[in-house]
């Protein structure tokens, strides 16, 4: 499978982005999908998570209240909403996606595919 994710770019501190994130090659319906983040200088960071159906959600601390995952398995879909956004989100946002677990996916390491990223830059 295919990644890509869009919808980056400048934003002001206390902004919203929406991305995007459209696979191709096979259906996402029965991938697991997350979001990470890296930031110049810095390890890549665990931002979000979704399991297959869309029914459990998972968010980093430094996210939680203000991002939204979400998936639309028909169009082959996974956006990350970012609301409230600060300076210290500024980073290459990516997605990836997993095959089946039982679990909730917070390391890289469980994902399979990666996209390239995108990126937010938070101004103060």
């Known amino acids: 499978v295919q990644l890509q994710a869009s919808g980056g770019g400048l934003m002001q501190a206390g902004g919203s982005l929406r991305l995007s994130c459209a696979a191709s090659?096979?259906?996402?319906?029965?991938?697991?999908m997350g979001w990470f983040r890296q930031a110049p200088g810095q390890e890549r960071e665990f931002v979000a998570t979704?399991?297959?159906?869309?029914?459990?959600?998972y968010y980093s601390d430094s996210v939680k209240g203000r991002f939204t995952i979400s998936r639309d398995n028909a169009k082959n879909t996974v956006d990350l909403q970012m609301n409230s956004l600060k300076p210290e989100d500024t980073a290459i946002y990516s997605c990836a996606a997993a095959l089946w677990s039982p679990a909730i996916l917070t390391n890289a390491r469980n994902y399979d595919y990666w996209g390239q990223g995108t990126l937010v830059t938070v101004s103060s």
């Open positions: 979704i399991t297959v159906t869309g029914s459990r959600t």
């Open positions: 090659g096979r259906s996402l319906s029965n991938l697991i």
